[in-house]
């Protein structure tokens, strides 16, 4: 192929940026036979001293993952049978482009339109997160107008090429390297005539000697492409055509001669290679593409549209032939069952049921893509029409489970439409589920869970297929865990919950929703008896987290999220690290959509760390898109407003309240009250933090009373909301909680003492105030946070009051403070302090006004220290100051150890430093130089 000069300019600034360690994404589009697997030969050909990946996607890849074994990269499974999240798979990735560090690194994948969607993720999220790394992620694909912005705000350097067909000074070109003889005139005839389509331009030109081309009164038809290749076949001869329609009723990828040769029934004489010569027919022709691996030869078709060209040009009865030979060769009893189904003609019941078993094996096995796939194929041949249409609506459920919207939504017609049924039922409660429409799903899932109860004495074993009891009961278990989705997202009563955990120890729950069970049952028992009994439930969990055996891992991260609500700050860390720890090791699957990392976050927040906190609130929110949906989102807006950046506490706040709506997860809102009581102590006026607890209380009244998901420092600040307001006996009412609860944190008690201190304030008791703020300004154990809160109203208080406190404790106290807004990077105040004197009542906006919320008081930017860093700049400082290696600050942020090495390069280099030792010196002494609060001890 020869290529415009802008198409060769464009891969050579890809490769040059790449060769200069800036990462970059080259995304060649095209239809088929437009010559993008030609110009990826070309960008190998220059990319001499690069090492080279390539995976090239086929039609088969329905399998997770499948795509990136070319790359040299086996996602396993974990030991939950499941696989891992494609953030994760992205970081296994870079290990391997890790090993080869030592030079530039191309990534090469083919026929992108093909590849499984977890394989497309992947690549995204390595380009995402990639800076300092020799890398060019090379791709082609078929043009989709919604790929290219994905690619592109995925990886701002992307480049792309779009092949839209030959220009006519590249048609001249490429005419006279095969006929050099060929006039001009002819050459545009034959341009126009084919619309400059680069594979039927050559074609013509291959099929058709000068003559032909210049005397020619009408032009070959090339409309369609299968005559063309018929004719190139054809001429091949018919051991090659029968051997390359048998490569093309194998597969798309590379298949192995001998077995193509026994589906084509090739027999060799005495002196003749019959598959060898044909092969190599087919070879010299260009229809097929000829390798040896580990002493075997394989082939495949040119192009896929060629494959596809070849199997449509094959007669049906031969064809029929070709696949139940193939069947005999097949390398798994799935891959010979689907020949099997090919080959059908009719209806084929006991085919059909096999497909069924396997669809609901690869369910189970997490694949729920190609479960559905095979469950279209058994409905398909079912006979029977009650069962045929009951495969199809089981199927379209497992494309719902499978995130498979796109498809999904052209079969929703047709399912409403659909007879009333529990499986119809699963289908609309299920797609609205997870599409975050749970009003929708309630009225969908309530009728039908009462119309189609559980019958307790029926089987409820898997079944091998949707025909057996068991299934039928599943389906109707199904409506029912949905259904406590729903319920729960949307704060209702669960009834009916109890027979769920029957269910799970039965077995017979989809695998995608058994972690929606066991949540759904724990936040019940939360909403019913209290985050305390909850905790009591789990005593005979193992203390040590890493001695909690594997399959409970979620119950181990339950446990974690119970003792951070509860103020049990360290122990939910421990916890959190080591359930952590499990999913980056590929052991387990986060289901919790970023909550993981979130909690972790919060946890290490609760105790002072809020570095590390900014580095996992980052990583947890760039890992995890379904965030807007969240109940854990308003958690994100800590961080930002405890350092005072009231813009982004604000933003995060703000969408909050947007995922909690009128209605919804109860935990959104008291999370969101809790990051803008922050907000609203560190930079805040009396009339802002006068309106929050009546707005919250009138915007969600349920919530406000806290029930639920809450312990000891939901409480804490809830009762400083109250206390704003106004509203004392609210207050003391959460005070008293507070104290009476069990477990209750060592620190509760001393800001017991510091709310009810404010409290008395609010009532005129000054002196009685400042007693109970001075003792719990005594007290031990503070969290970081909380103790400079005390310290600030200790200090307040003491102001122009005489007493037995002199001059020399409140010096040592204002050090004290000071030493800790350094430490955790907490602003100094400015404006009115949050005081708690009764409030006046402001003049409050209008119930719609949402401007305490949405509008920051004031836009302060993010601290980002003397020698400006880049957020990724500050978080490899932060793990770096925390003592971990270059592989452990990789594998913490998701990025290569080359990636490490840039962003440190860049720090030395701001920093006027020339090795690690030096900037751990320099981070030591000056931490707020880098933006830090202070450095991880």
């Known amino acids: 192929m020869l290529w415009a000069p802008e198409v060769l300019g464009t891969v050579e600034e890809s490769l040059a940026r790449a060769r200069a360690a800036h990462p970059s994404v080259l995304l060649v589009e095209g239809g088929s036979g437009f010559g993008k697997t030609s110009l990826l030969a070309e960008v190998r050909r220059r990319a001499s001293e690069f090492r080279v990946l390539a995976a090239t996607g086929a039609e088969t890849d329905r399998q997770p993952y499948a795509t990136l074994t070319g790359l040299g990269l086996t996602v396993d499974r974990t030991a939950d049978g499941r696989f891992t999240d494609p953030f994760v798979a992205a970081q296994q990735l870079r290990h391997v482009l890790d090993r080869y560090a030592d030079g530039p690194v191309l990534v090469e994948v083919d026929d992108l339109q093909w590849a499984d969607p977890e394989t497309v993720a992947t690549l995204q999220q390595l380009t995402a997160r990639a800076d300092g790394d020799r890398l060019l992620l090379a791709v082609a694909t078929r043009p989709d107008p919604a790929q290219w912005p994905r690619w592109s705000s995925m990886a701002p350097e992307a480049r792309r090429v779009s092949l839209a067909g030959l220009d006519f000074t590249t048609a001249v070109a490429v005419a006279q390297q095969a006929h050099p003889g060929l006039d001009s005139a002819a050459v545009r005839a034959l341009w126009e005539h084919t619309a400059g389509h680069p594979l039927y ?9 000068d003559d032909a081309l210049r005397r020619s009164r009408v032009l070959p038809a090339p409309a369609q492409f299968a005559a063309v290749v018929r004719a190139r076949v054809t001429r091949s001869g018919p051991e090659a055509t029968a051997l390359l329609r048998a490569v093309a009723v194998l597969g798309t990828g590379w298949v192995a001669l001998v077995d193509a040769a026994e589906v084509a029934e090739l027999e060799d004489s005495f002196d003749q290679d019959a598959a060898g010569a044909a092969a190599q027919a087919l070879a010299d022709e260009g229809l097929v593409r000829l390798r040896e691996v580990d002493g075997a030869v394989e082939l495949t078709p040119d192009h896929s549209l060629l494959r596809s060209a070849v199997h449509q040009d094959t007669p049906l009865p031969e064809r029929r032939r070709l696949h139940l030979r193939a069947a005999a060769v097949a390398p798994s009893p799935l891959g010979a069952l689907e020949h099997r189904a090919a080959a059908a003609t009719r209806h084929d019941p006991a085919v059909a049921d096999q497909l069924a078993t396997a669809s609901w094996a690869a369910f189970r096995a997490g694949a729920s893509r190609e479960g559905a796939r095979l469950l279209r194929w058994s409905s398909s041949m079912t006979p029977d029409p009650g069962l045929r249409e009951d495969r199809r609506l089981d199927a379209i459920y497992l494309g719902v489970m499978a995130r498979d919207f796109a498809t999904v939504r052209s079969d929703l017609p047709s399912v409403t439409a659909a007879a009333p049924g529990p499986r119809r039922a699963a289908v609309l409660g299920a797609y609205a589920v997870l599409t975050s429409a749970l009003a929708e799903a309630v009225a969908v899932l309530e009728p039908a869970v009462a119309a189609w109860p559980v019958d307790p004495d029926a089987d409820t074993g898997t079944g091998s297929a949707p025909s057996d009891g068991g299934v039928e009961q599943a389906v109707r278990y199904r409506l029912r865990a949905l259904l406590a989705w729903a319920r729960v997202g949307r704060g209702n009563s669960l009834e009916f919950l109890d027979g769920l955990a029957e269910v799970a120890e039965q077995g017979v729950l989809d695998a995608p929703l058994a972690g929606v069970i066991g949540f759904a049952q724990g936040l019940t028992r939360v909403r019913q008896h209290g985050a305390e009994a909850e905790l009591d439930r789990l005593a005979g969990l193992p203390r040590d987290p890493a001695h909690v055996p594997l399959p409970l891992t979620f119950v181990l991260g339950w446990r974690g999220l119970l003792q951070l609500v509860l103020g ?12 952590q720890r499990r999913v980056r090791a590929g052991l387990v699957t986060d289901t919790t959509a970023g909550g993981i990392g979130a909690y972790l976050a919060t946890s290490y927040w609760s105790i002072g760390e809020w570095d590390l906190a900014r580095v996992q609130f980052r990583v947890a929110a760039d890992q995890s898109p379904a965030l807007a949906v969240s109940p854990l989102i308003g958690l994100f807006g800590l961080e930002p407003a405890g350092r005072g950046e009231t813009e982004v506490a604000d933003q995060w706040c703000h969408r909050a309240e947007l995922a909690a709506g009128d209605w919804g997860w109860p935990e959104t809102p008291q999370n969101l009250l809790m990051a803008r009581v922050v907000r609203l102590h560190t930079r805040g006026t009396d009339a802002e933090r006068a309106e929050l607890w009546p707005w919250t209380q009138r915007r969600w009244p349920a919530p406000s009373r806290g029930i639920g998901l809450i312990g000891a420092p939901w409480l804490m600040y809830a009762s400083l909301a109250a206390i704003w307001a106004g509203q004392l006996d609210v207050a003391d009412g959460f005070v008293e909680r507070m104290r009476t609860a069990s477990p209750r944190p060592v620190w509760a008690t001393g800001i017991a003492q510091w709310i009810n201190g404010l409290t008395a304030e609010a009532r005129g008791d000054r002196a009685g ?23 600030t109203d200790v200090l307040r208080l003491r102001a122009g ?31 009115t302090p949050p005081s708690a004197g009764p409030q006046r009542t402001p003049e409050r906006p209008d119930a719609t006004t949402r401007a305490h919320v949405t509008e920051p008081v004031a836009a302060d930017p993010a601290p980002s220290g003397r020698y400006q860093l880049s957020d990724r700049e500050r978080d490899v400082v932060t793990l770096l100051s925390a003592g971990m290696s270059y592989q452990q600050i990789a594998q913490e942020l998701f990025i290569t150890r080359s990636t490490v090495a840039f962003h440190l390069s860049r720090v030395y280099a701001k920093a006027g430093v020339t090795s690690r030792h030096e900037l751990t010196a320099l981070l030591r002494s000056d931490p707020a130089a880098f933006g830090l609060a202070a450095a991880a001890s």
């Open 201 to 209: 331009f050559t074609a013509l030109l291959a099929e058709h000697d």
């Open 568 to 579: 049990l700050f360290d122990d939910a860390l421990a916890d959190q690290l080591e359930v």
């Open 769 to 791: 105030a400042r007693a109970l703020v001075e003792q719990a300004g005594a007290a031990d154990a503070l969290p970081p946070m909380h103790r400079l809160w005390v310290l």
């Open 801 to 831: 009051a005489d007493g037995p406190a002199g001059a020399a404790p409140t010096d040592r106290l204002s050090r004290e403070a000071a030493e800790l807004r350094r430490r955790l990077g907490a602003p100094a105040p400015t404006g």
